[in-house]
């Protein structure tokens, strides 16, 4: 059964500041694995999507990377301001259950000003 | 402007009610998934369905169940039966082809007293 992880559960920085989130998974068969944004409340926002033949996916200042054979993805977000405050979720998706999606509890993020 | 809107966005009901939440989509995609959000735990995949008139149970049907009659439209129904039911819920569609991004809805926040 797939695991998703995401250490930490919480985050504090100051503003200004490059900061890297990090998604861990138990079976490295993975379709792909997207990133996700949730305001307090709200729905998820989509960032990025790494399919399992990329390494790498960028959009402004995010930049999400795949090792498959680690069972890692990161996602950095550069020169970070308060409105990236969030949570920050990370989901795999199976090759086998075409539906089957599994996610992270995410990272909750906040930036100070 | 193409979305998945929810309705509503709160929602209160006594124990023993069945309740329907709604979801609408007009991106013209094909999938539809329903997720419950609890407080430190990921999404977890309730019911989904691929194309019209088709549907499948996900990891924890038990006490809901959907319908699609139409393209735009995947309601899910909180019976009695749910033990639980007060959660987060949250609409996602997806294309249906092999990107399968997931765009979600804003949720609605259920309430069972």
């Known amino acids: 059964k797939q695991e998703v992880t995401q250490i930490p559960a919480a985050l504090s920085v100051p503003e200004g500041e490059n900061l890297v989130l990090n998604c861990s998974f138990t079976?490295?068969?993975?379709?792909?694995l997207q990133w996700f944004r949730q305001d307090p409340g709200k729905g998820l926002t989509s960032l990025l999507l790494?399919?399992?033949?990329?390494r790498e996916q960028t959009s402004g200042r995010l930049n999400a990377s795949l090792d498959k054979s680690s069972g890692r993805s990161t996602l950095y977000i550069a020169a970070s301001q308060p409105g990236d405050s969030a949570t920050y979720l990370c989901?795999?998706?199976?090759?086998?259950?075409?539906?089957?999606?599994?996610f992270g509890t995410g990272t909750k993020l906040q930036v100070i000003p | 402007d193409g979305g998945i809107t929810q309705s509503p966005k709160y929602l209160f009901r006594k124990e023993g009610q069945n309740v329907t939440l709604s979801c609408e989509q007009n991106?013209?995609?094909?999938?539809m998934y329903w997720y419950r959000q609890d407080p430190g735990q990921g999404l977890r995949l309730i019911y989904y369905?691929?194309?019209?008139?088709?549907?499948q149970k996900g990891d924890i049907a038990e006490g809901y169940s959907v319908s699609r009659e139409k393209k735009e439209s995947f309601p899910l129904t909180v019976t009695s039966a749910q033990k639980n039911p007060t959660a987060f819920y949250l609409c996602?569609?997806?294309?249906?082809?092999?990107?399968?991004?997931?765009?979600f809805g804003p949720g609605t926040r259920l309430t069972v007293t």
């Open positions: 790494i399919q399992s033949s990329q």
């Open positions: 996602a569609s997806a294309r249906g082809t092999s990107s399968n991004e997931q765009y």
């Open positions: 989901a795999v998706r199976d090759p086998r259950g075409y539906q089957k999606v599994t």
């Open positions: 369905s691929q194309i019209v008139n088709d549907f």
């Open positions: 991106l013209n995609h094909d999938a």
């Open positions: 079976d490295s068969a993975i379709y792909n």
